[in-house]
């Protein structure tokens, strides 16, 4: 059986959230901006976010992971865009991780 192109999509994405989770907890935040920058590059090449980091595709037609990242995308450009500030990659990664349930429930109370 053939893997979809979605499916590959949302297994990058899905590894690339875990790896970055291990790396804001070890506070590695310059290799957490480039793996991130690396899965935001591959939603370019599968055309579900332009260049300008607009989403081109609905969210809910993706899979779980693909679509909390894309409605993460545009809630931090929503908020950037009215404090006309420059958007960047971590300030969409900290988005995405905060809308990640494991995040959230185990590692986030960690911190305190």
């Not at 291990?22 to 290799?31: A, C, G, N, V």
């Not at 591959?42 to 609905?58: A, F, N, R, W, Y």
């Not at 006309?84 to 991780?97: A, E």
Request: with cysteine; aromatic share 8%.
């Amino acid at each position: 059986m053939e893997i979809q192109p979605m499916e590959l999509v949302e297994k990058e994405v899905e590894e690339t959230l875990y790896q970055c989770i291990d790396l804001k907890i070890e506070e590695d935040y310059i290799t957490m901006g480039q793996i991130f920058a690396k899965v935001l590059a591959l939603l370019q090449q599968h055309k579900l976010i332009s260049p300008t980091l607009q989403v081109i595709t609905e969210p809910g037609k993706c899979l779980t992971e693909t679509r909390i990242l894309l409605e993460s995308l545009q809630e931090a450009q929503r908020r950037h865009v009215s404090r006309r500030k420059l958007l960047t990659h971590r300030q969409i990664l900290n988005v995405w991780l905060r809308k990640n349930q494991y995040f959230q429930r185990e590692v986030l109370p960690g911190f305190f």
